[in-house]
């Protein structure tokens, strides 16, 4: 098999094979890969599934449930509150690209601490919280413009309810939000004047 990503086999019973040491892991050695930076799919048995964001997400819980967790409630519920929204298309590149500015900042938090020369760590944690603050703006006003840019993402259900009234414009040009759609309603649109 000439794939570059190593491959770990989860069984009916929830075992987990890892086909590169041709061995048995558990939830926990699979957590280790992670920290490791290893590459790595997880693959149902019988099927070929990708299980990888399964397994994944069942580390997260388990680590949620122990010491202090990363995710509060509130976090919790707002994360649950984007599965069916206009905007949950979003969030995923959102949520990406916020992680991935933070630990751009962490690695660069680190250089500095290294290099002090003539500084104090406060004055360079208040220039590396300006930039920070910079950052998260310009992430956000990037986001917010793609959104206006994005009629094509509207539901097909939405989408034939903007093309029949005849003003070529979606909800993201408003500026506002778009509103849900009741399930009831989806049919019974608004009419073509």
Same mark, same amino acid.
């Given at each position: 098999?000439?794939?570059?990503? *190593?491959?770990?086999?989860?069984?009916?019973?929830?075992?987990?094979?890892?086909?590169?040491?041709?061995?048995?892991?558990?939830?926990?050695?699979?957590?280790?890969?992670?920290? !490791?930076?290893?590459?790595?799919?997880?693959? !149902? @048995?019988?099927?070929? !599934?990708?299980?990888?964001?399964?397994?994944?997400?069942?580390?997260? @819980?388990?680590?949620?449930?122990?010491?202090?967790?990363?995710?509060?409630?509130?976090?919790?519920?707002?994360?649950?509150?984007?599965?069916?929204? #206009?905007?949950? %298309?979003?969030?995923?590149?959102?949520?990406? &690209?916020?992680?991935?500015?933070?630990?751009?900042?962490?690695?660069?938090?680190?250089?500095?601490?290294?290099?002090?020369?003539?500084?104090?760590?406060?004055?360079?944690?208040?220039?590396?919280?300006?930039?920070?603050? !910079?950052?998260?703006?310009?992430?956000?006003?990037?986001?917010?413009?793609? #959104?206006? @840019? &994005?009629?094509? #993402?509207?539901?097909?259900?939405?989408? %034939?309810?903007?093309?029949?009234?005849?003003?070529?414009?979606?909800?993201?040009?408003?500026?506002?939000?778009? *509103?849900?759609?009741?399930?009831? #309603?989806?049919?019974?649109?608004?009419?073509? *004047?």
């Amino acid at each position: 098999m000439a794939t570059s990503n *190593r491959v770990i086999k989860k069984y009916p019973n929830r075992r987990l094979y890892d086909t590169e040491i041709s061995s048995y892991i558990t939830l926990e050695e699979v957590r280790q890969l992670v920290l !490791d930076g290893e590459i790595f799919e997880v693959r !149902d @048995a019988k099927t070929n !599934d990708d299980l990888t964001r399964s397994v994944l997400l069942q580390i997260i @819980a388990e680590h949620e449930q122990q010491g202090a967790p990363m995710f509060s409630v509130p976090l919790l519920t707002q994360i649950i509150r984007f599965y069916g929204d #206009a905007l949950q %298309g979003l969030m995923g590149p959102y949520l990406e &690209r916020s992680m991935q500015v933070f630990l751009e900042q962490q690695q660069q938090f680190r250089k500095q601490l290294t290099s002090v020369v003539g500084q104090t760590p406060w004055t360079m944690f208040n220039e590396l919280t300006t930039r920070n603050m !910079d950052l998260w703006q310009n992430l956000q006003r990037s986001l917010v413009e793609s #959104a206006n @840019a &994005r009629p094509a #993402a509207k539901p097909a259900a939405e989408a %034939g309810t903007t093309a029949g009234n005849g003003s070529g414009m979606g909800h993201a040009h408003g500026g506002a939000p778009p *509103r849900p759609v009741p399930a009831g #309603a989806k049919s019974g649109g608004k009419s073509s *004047r």
